[in-house]
């Protein structure tokens, strides 16, 4: 399996000459779904969801197909038939040729005053999984996580005992588009040393084997 970061929450997988994109949002870059078989959003927030891009890449390939929350697909659902897919946990489903299967139900916390969105991560061929906007552990080993570091739900504590809860070989960081250059590296050496898997970060366009 090809990984390439596609900017902030957003990554691209490529599999068998097929590829899976999950969260495309405003956050990343402008083509990040096009070319997509198939599209994964783990929840509306515009950091991980942007309507107008997923338009351009679902009329730029007409077999592309989208696996969402229903607070998403209502909004796609009627300008593309039969290609929308309403999920949630505990579904599991084949996307692009890779086996997926749905962990998770709320974004994290922002703050107590503030509605708590649907969120579903996704466990990619049981091996990688992206966990959108929250702290979830699925209930199946993990190989590849991928680390949401910076965001106004969490701060570097909760991200390490994320990853030492998950137990997984290594961790990529995503949800990263807002931390500036200056901050990276004492993110890199809290979570290497601390979070007890390899850590690891990639910029917009670069890739690694998995």
């Known amino acids: 399996m090809k990984l390439t970061k596609m900017g902030h929450a957003c990554i691209r997988l490529e599999k068998d000459g097929r590829t899976l994109v999950v969260d495309p949002g405003a956050f990343s870059e402008e083509d990040a779904a096009l ?10 927030h515009p950091d991980h969801f942007s309507e107008d891009r997923l338009r351009v890449a679902l009329e730029a390939n007409p077999a592309a197909e989208i696996w969402t929350l229903r607070a998403v697909a209502d909004q796609l659902s009627a300008a593309f038939p039969g290609r929308v897919h309403t999920v949630g946990h505990g579904d599991a489903f084949t996307a692009a040729g890779f086996d997926v299967q749905a962990h998770g139900e709320l974004h994290a916390v922002i703050h107590p005053d503030l509605p708590r969105v649907a969120n579903t991560g996704y466990l990619v061929d049981g091996s990688l999984f ?10 199946a080993p993990v190989e590849t996580l991928m680390l949401p570091v910076h965001a106004p739900w969490n701060k570097v504590s909760e991200v390490i005992e994320y990853v030492r809860e998950v137990k997984p070989q290594r961790a990529i960081d995503i949800h990263d588009g ?6 990276r590296g004492i993110y890199d050496l809290h979570i290497g040393n601390l ?3 390899d850590h690891s970060r990639l910029a917009p366009g670069d890739t690694t084997r998995l």
């Open 130 to 139: 992206h966990p959108g906007d929250a702290f979830t552990v699925p209930d």
């Open 178 to 183: 807002l931390l500036k250059d200056v901050a």
């Open 195 to 197: 979070g007890g898997a």
């Open 35 to 44: 070319g997509a078989d198939a599209v994964l959003i783990t929840h509306e």
